[in-house]
Every structure is written in C-alpha cells, then in structure tokens.
C-alpha cells in the first residue's frame, strides 16, 4: 500500500519543522516536501504530486486562503487548514472550509515538544482522512440555496417536533446547504457539529446571517422554539430536557464520549429519552461512528431518521456506521435532506424499512 504524499505550506520554519514531525510518526504519511509560501507551494505541487497539503493562513506574499480559492479552481485537492483558535482564526477556518478545505488543526505554538505525540495523533487522522474524502467540484456548488415551501401547511402538532442533527468532518458545508433550505417558520433544529471552543459561536454567526430561520450557538436553558436553530458550543456536551411540553437545552462539561465533546450521541440518546416520536434524526457527513447508536435510540423510541448518502458525504464515516446498524430510516444526498426531513415533520412520507432516496413523496 503506497504512502500518503503530505506537502506542508507554512511561513514559519519551526511549524513546518514540528508538522514534519508529527506526520512523520505515521508509518503510512510520508512528507515529500515543504514550502514557505503559496508560491513556492505551487511549484512543488507540480514537481511532488502530493495527495495532501497541510496550509496555514497568514503568508508572505499570498495569503493561505486566495492560494486555497485559486487551488481548488484549478488543481483540486485535499487540504489541510492549520489555524489559530482565536475569533479571527475561526472565521478564516470556516472561510477555507467554504472553499473547499476538509479540516483544520490547531496551528502549534513554538515550543510543542511535549504535545508532539497528541498533535500527531490528530493531523495524521485527519490527513489519512483526507486522503480518502470527496471533493465536490467548486463549480458543481449551488450558488444560492434550494428553498423549501413555508411550513404552515404542516398538520396540527407538527411544529412541536424537533429536528436533531449530528455531524463532523465536511458538516460545516453540509450543514449550510441543510439549514439555508428552511424557512423561517420550520420546526425546533438543535445541532452538533464537532468544532472547537470559539469555532462554534463563529459558526452560528456566519449561518445566521444567511438562513431564514435563526441561528445561535446554544446557551444552557435556551429553549427548543420553531424557526430557531441551537448549535452546541464547542468543548461542551448538550442535552434535551423537558420542559412543561416543550423541551430546553442543558449545557454541561462531562466528560467526552469516545473522545468527542460535544458528542451527537449524548444528544441523540437525550432525543430519543425526551421526544420519542417527535423527533427527526439526521446523521451527516463525518468521520468515526458518533451517533451512530444514538440515531438508533431515537429510531428505537419512534422517531423518523435520515443518513445522508455516500455519493454526497465528504467522509461516509459516521452516515455508515448507522446505515449499518439499522438506525436510518431514509439515505438521501445532501440537495434533498431538508425536502425530505420536512416532509417527515409534516408526516408525507410513510414510515418505512431502510430506503435509498428515491423515496416517494407528495407534491
């Protein structure tokens, strides 16, 4: 099996000598070349043919994200984005991931000796992740989104469910062709995203500003209302509640489950505990098997829930893994998840076994 080609595009000597390092204790990634800037990173590109570019940001002469947009236009190719986690970072990150970037790193500090092995462990996952990941082509992406119909057709009740999504890598882009589809009167959306701390708030911010209904990053006791999306706060794990017949979000600091916080499966299992019925899971793009057996539960507890397809997921990881274990209902690419999830809100598709997306539905 041939090793993964890494090129890492970095000002500084130091990151790019301490990335090096870290892809370098993977037996699979081989580093083939570095590069101080994008233009010296176009040349090497060209003689190298790396499979991955680990980029930074703030370069000398191009910055990291006009070197990404012209890449994608012209040479597609998994990236690698290393940020900064600071507000100014995270709305560069979210920027790359528009373009088409597959993930991020935190950018490492000068002296990181001591965190080598941990940094190790994420970038060499997320690169052999990204090796591995879809790239949609940049001309194929809907320049405005495909607005669904006003929900006030929806029959009596309809309105007080809840619909729960999970995802991870390739989420952020998902997530923004899913929500941009709702009106602004659809049902209660509650959202975990794997981002880190300050990401997230970013995130939310960014969505709001384009998707008719609204968008805030989730504070403890926000309640579930229609026309509002709640997104969990990085580095925090959120749950559904009862509240009279209504339900509110709990915010806490838990622990993480299989390494992540927040985790789509302690919010899944939370739905399934407190809306049984009504709920509409949703398990998108991402890496690993979070969610996997929460989307079950709530399917268990009666609730409608949909995987997206692989043919539309960057990373088929966790979309599989509850395709596998019986927890979706319905598999449906990414242009037709909010149709779908909407018609299951307003009970015009009949429940089913596990289906493709050719799922009848009414006009």
């Known amino acids: 099996m041939s090793k993964i080609r890494v090129l890492v595009i970095d000002d500084s000597a130091v990151v790019r000598q301490v990335l090096s390092e870290?892809?370098?204790?993977?037996?699979?990634?081989?580093?083939?070349?570095?590069?101080?800037?994008?233009?010296?990173?176009?040349?090497?590109?060209?003689?190298?043919?790396?499979?991955?570019?680990?980029?930074?940001?703030?370069?000398?002469?191009?910055?990291?994200?006009?070197?990404?947009?012209?890449?994608?236009?012209?040479?597609?190719?998994?990236?690698?984005?290393?940020?900064?986690?600071?507000?100014?970072?995270?709305?560069?990150?979210?920027?790359?991931?528009?373009l088409g970037a597959i993930d991020y790193v935190e950018k490492p500090k000068s002296d990181v000796r001591e965190l080598l092995p941990k940094l190790s462990a994420e970038i060499t996952a997320k690169v052999r992740v990204a090796s591995k990941a879809r790239l949609a082509p940049r001309a194929a992406l809907p320049t405005a989104p495909q607005r669904v119909a006003s929900s006030q057709n929806l029959r009596i009740g309809a309105l007080d469910q809840i619909v729960c999504v999970g995802a991870s890598t390739g989420g952020t882009e998902a997530l923004r062709t899913f929500l941009t589809s709702f009106p602004a009167d659809a049902p209660a959306v509650v959202v975990v995203q794997h981002m880190p701390e300050r990401f997230t708030r970013a995130f939310a911010e960014r969505l709001d500003g384009i998707c008719d209904v609204r968008v805030k990053e989730a504070a403890d006791g926000d309640r579930c209302i229609a026309g509002r999306v709640l997104i969990a706060p990085g580095n925090y794990h959120m749950k559904l509640v009862r509240d009279g017949a209504g339900a509110v979000v709990?915010?806490?600091?838990?622990?993480?489950?299989?390494?992540?916080?927040?985790?789509?499966?302690?919010?899944?299992?939370?739905?399934?505990?407190?809306?049984?019925?009504r709920a509409v899971g949703v398990i998108m793009t991402g890496m690993g098997d979070d969610g996997a057996e929460g989307l079950l539960a709530m399917r268990r507890a009666g609730a409608r829930t949909i995987a997206q397809d692989e043919a539309t997921s960057v990373v088929f990881g966790m979309p599989r893994v509850a395709i596998e274990k019986g927890a979706a209902e319905h598999i449906v690419p990414l242009d037709r998840m909010a149709r779908v999830t909407l018609d299951l809100v307003a009970g015009n598709l009949a429940a089913s076994g596990q289906t493709t997306s050719n799922v009848p539905h009414k006009a």
């Open 250 to 277: 709990r915010i806490n600091g838990d622990p993480p489950v299989n390494h992540h916080r927040p985790s789509v499966n302690v919010m899944f299992h939370s739905c399934a505990e407190v809306l049984g019925r």
């Open 22 to 98: 870290a892809l370098a204790m993977d037996p699979m990634i081989e580093v083939v070349g570095t590069a101080q800037d994008p233009y010296v990173a176009r040349d090497k590109i060209m003689q190298l043919n790396p499979d991955v570019l680990t980029l930074d940001v703030e370069m000398p002469r191009m910055d990291g994200l006009t070197f990404l947009e012209k890449l994608m236009k012209s040479r597609p190719m998994p990236v690698i984005m290393v940020s900064t986690l600071t507000e100014k970072g995270a709305a560069e990150t979210l920027r790359a991931l528009e």
